[in-house]
């Protein structure tokens, strides 16, 4: 028999696994005190106390009136479980904040679920389906949305999942720990076949991924693609998408990312990737203050995958003007990061939008660690 | 319909004062009444058995060889909604607590025995729709109905389910507010609040969550009806909604169903353990009060199962600390029945060993509860099976041992005949023993990360799900035998004296079966509750 035939954990091959671990070995140890104490006491006393002969009912109840004795029994076995669940809400807390809030400079994948497959896209421009190619020991952060129903991207290995939903963005992230190959499972039932919607997710070492990057689609990095597309369907007829070019009919998406956009009602909302695609599907629901409600909805005109390109193309547009940023095609380097494009492979820094007012001069392409 | 034969100078009951058909069809006696839901409830609980046997056999193997994907996933289904709004919801407080509530507090039937016979006819309709959907093909939604699957994907007869469970409501919100206003108006002189078996207290609880919740998911139901049928979006992104919006209308009701399902219960079990202790049970009124408050705090608690929905992870955390609260009432109950049990007369009569097998069942489906509760673990583990295990827990380990419990502590009562008990104390054990094989492997297929609702799975978890499957053949042997021993006590049955047990309540000191104005006089209660010094030691039927 194979030897992982008979297991009772699954690999711990994310940094959050041992913290999840851990937790569920506590529970396990409390739930195994609570229910041995209380099997044993039912036992004994089951024993102990049993019909003696063909005793008859007492003639007088002697613990019928427990008293003060009965309000400490009381109060002690309502406050002790009390105080226990309490550490466990704030220990299963402190975790579920770290599980839902991925590191500012994770590398970002993108994850489209549909009825019955997962459509996986890198910002490099590699796609792939129902597999996961990610280098050990990195922050990776999935976009996901869904094309159809419900999904939900699991990796038992990694601890995590997230639901996966139509016409909105969730996020994952995870930090793998262990080179080898995991489960995907959709784990939100989606129809028929649920359960044939897994795939694997391989953990390479850095050296492995770019190799395996290398062998990319040939089609340029998302945000090229998404600058095609952009092209395409016209976008920048009207949004100037280099700064200096004051249009005035629409707003200036060169720095728009991430940050706060006025709106005619007088509230804000942060420029994020839901904010650009409801922006792109339904352009009425959100106005920029000064301009009018003259957008045509591009609805049924994009697919989930492209949508996620045109996001990437505007996150590449950056944010604003002279604050760093790590997007794919804008020269301004930060850090030695290997999440920074390697790009010299699939090209992206010929052809990228470099916007005029980037104060800063394109650092080389770093190379990875 | 009960053909039990009484010697003929026996004195008239509700079994035998009236014959023929429509003596049951049309009758408003809440004694009969329960029967009738007896026959219905059993019927769908062996059709849900059935579709639980199918499952069982074709995860026994990895590969998906006895059932194709959609049949596997209507199956699963069926099983779900049959045994969730048709089974455990009616269950205790339709036949039960119908039958007993108004012998408990010395009344002569319910406030409005019209309305409880029809919320038994609108049951049937919610019945005879479902069965139609079971004939005619199936829905694979699940029980839980998500949208947009279910309101624009699904290829089966969603909304005839939905309308089945829609209508199967306004029984469950009828048989409530028949129960509150009972207890309020119609206990017998002498009875007071304090005075009430916790049997009654539990059912009031369960009633005021029935009126309260029920109509939530019939507007939810009716929602996810317009969207499929008329495509007016509430849901589906598609049509402008949002598919979130219907997991937490779902969940409102939903998780409070789930007390609906375990409260009354948790009722049986205490006025099992009062009776086989001979004991009032320890720390009545926070008896009482826990289920008061299981009901109150469990409205606030449905978010926890969004924690991966992107809910906000602030409402998350108000969610998860409810969760861990609603938890500290069923501990404390818990407590006061093992307090109870201490210095008590213990007799392990069958009822009893029911009771036992709830209270180590229930605690590990209880303590199982906190793992999912905790946000961070239940990342990893809502979706898989261990959360199949945890719910299985507590409504097979919990609910269905307290119906039965009540069932074999009751059934003298009910048709005046005893059952054999050597045959009830073996297969109360086979239950106890297959129902722990079937499930606890399942909470170690769950950590280990295999989803639910799976048809096909990876070869590693197998030796888990033969474990589970071997231990189902158990279980449903465990539910066969008390089938037929039933039956064969109508005939056979010793019979049974008025309180076989040595038992306290008043519904004990009429005739078994009851006649059908219950007691000849109106009982004037002027003891406490659960006083056992009253009781001779003739009056007292040990075993057999």
Known sequence: MDPKSFQLFPEQASTIAGHVDALYAFLVLVSAFFSLLIAF?????????????????????????????GMILEIVWTVIPLGLSMIMFAWGVSIY?????????????????????????????????????????????????????????????????????????????????????????????????????????????????????????????????????????????????????????????????????ELKDGTNVRADESYIRESVLYPESKIVAGYDNIMPTFKGLISEDGMLKLVEYIKSLGKQAGTTNTSVPLPVQTSATPLTPSNSKTGAMKTAPRPAAMPAAPAPPQGNR | MITATYPEKEKKNYLNNEHGLMSWLLTKDHKRIAILYLYAVTFFFIIGGLFAVLIRLELATPAGDLLDSNTYNKVFTMHGVIMIFFFLIPSIPAILGNFLIPLMIGAKDLAFPRINLISWYIYMVGGVLGTIVVCTGGVDTGWTFYTPFSSSYSNGYVVMTAMAAFINGFSSILTGLNFIVTVHRMRAPGLTWFRLPLFVWAHYATSAVMILGTPVIAVTLFLLMLERGLHIGFFDPAYGGDPVLFQHLFWFYSHPAVYIMILPSMGVISEVISTFTWKKPFGYTFIAFSSV???????????????????????GMVFSVLSYIVAIPSAVKIFNWLATMYKGTIRLETPMLYAIGFMGLFTVGGLTGLFLSAMGLDVHLTDTYFVV????????????????????????????????????????????????????????????????????????????????????????????????????????????????????????????????ENFAITPVVTTEVYDYSTLTKETVHVGS
Not at chain 1, 47 to 69: F, I, L, M, W
Not at chain 2, 293 to 315: D, E, M, N, R, T
């Open chain 1, 41 to 69: 006491l039912v036992v004994w006393f089951a024993v102990k106390y049993r019909q003696k002969g063909n005793e008859g009912p007492p003639v007088h109840d002697p613990h019928s009136e427990h008293g003060a004795a």
């Open chain 2, 293 to 315: 408050a299981i009901a109150v705090f469990g409205f606030l608690v449905w978010g926890h199962h969004l924690f991966v929905s992107s809910q906000s992870a602030y409402a």
């Open chain 2, 389 to 516: 295990a945890h719910f299985h827990y507590v409504m097979v380990g919990g609910a269905i041992m307290g119906y039965l419990a009540g069932l074999h502590f009751w059934w003298p009562k009910i048709t005046g005949r005893m059952y054999p008990q050597g045959w009830s104390k073996v297969s109360a054990i086979l239950i106890f023993v297959g129902f722990n094989l079937t499930f606890f492997p399942q909470f170690l297929l769950g950590y280990m990360g295999m989803p639910r609702r799976y048809h096909v799975y990876p070869p590693e978890f197998q030796v888990f799900n033969v474990l589970s499957s071997a231990g189902a053949s158990i279980l449903g042997l465990g539910y066969v035998i008390p089938g037929i021993y039933f039956i064969w006590s109508l005939k056979y049955g010793a019979i049974a004296g008025a309180n076989p047990w040595g038992a306290s309540g008043l519904e004990w000191q009429t005739s078994s079966p009851p006649p059908t």
């Open chain 1, 97 to 261: 904040f770290t599980e839902s809030r991925p590191p500012a400079d994770s590398m970002e994948i993108y994850v489209t679920g549909k009825q019955w497959m997962w459509k996986i896209q890198h910002m490099e421009g590699a796609r792939e389906i129902n597999e996961l190619h990610i280098p050990i020991n990195r922050d990776i952060k999935l976009t996901m949305t869904s094309e159809d129903v419900i999904h939900d991207f699991y990796v038992p290995d990694f601890r995590t999942k997230s639901d996966v939903l139509p016409g909105k963005y969730t996020t994952e992230w995870f930090k793998p720990t262990k080179v080898g190959a995991y489960h995907i499972f959709c784990a939100e039932y989606c129809g028929t076949k649920h359960s044939g919607m897994i795939g694997t997710v391989y953990v390479m070492t850095q050296t492995d991924y770019d190799e395996w990057l290398a062998h990319g689609s040939g089609e340029g990095s998302m945000a090229e693609q998404g600058q095609a597309l952009f092209n395409q369907l016209g976008c920048g007829n009207c949004h100037p998408s280099v700064i200096n070019n004051q249009n005035g009919r629409c707003p200036n998406l060169v720095g728009l990312f991430g940050t706060r956009v």
